[in-house]
């Protein structure tokens, strides 16, 4: 990205520093020597990092740092609603994640026994065949794996547990056998 104090234009593209210079004419083909020649330096700087949920950036000023533009930041935290609707969507986000886990869990050993997923073997269920009582197994499984997840859930809301890693939510899951 390229930066013109005088004009206070950011450009990341040819097109937008020749329409920041309509008065001036360019070649075709740009070199860094031309973008100089019309006043624009480089621009740096990455927003540091922070926690989405509680926290944004705020964009400052840009700083000549030698021959190039810095552009400088200020972590800012939450606060009121900004806060509460921020860790809301940390928890939401993190449940996501947990049943993500548990669903790759599940679905993982449904494909070890040679099924597409967790719901095909709902098509074994309704007849007797020969796939019926490993379904009927898994089924129960399945069951049980959801209901120490919600449980799991409950204790971490409690303050009874922390909240598990991925390897240890999986750890704390019923095995199938």
Known sequence: MWYNKELNVIAETHSEIRSANPQVSMPKIMTVSNILGVGFLPLTGIPPVHDHYTQH????????????????????????????????????????????VVESYINTQCVSLGYDNVNSI??????ENDFYAECQSLSLWVGKVWTKTMSIKADVEAGTILEPTPEELVAMLPVYV
Do not use: P
């Open 122 to 127: 709902a098509k074994y269920l309704t007849n």
């Open 57 to 100: 950036i705020v964009e400052l000023d840009y700083v000549l740092n030698g021959a190039v533009y810095e552009r400088t930041f200020e972590i800012i935290d939450f606060t009121g609603k900004e806060l509460t609707d921020g860790l809301a969507l940390k928890k939401s986000d993190i449940i996501k994640q947990a049943e993500r």
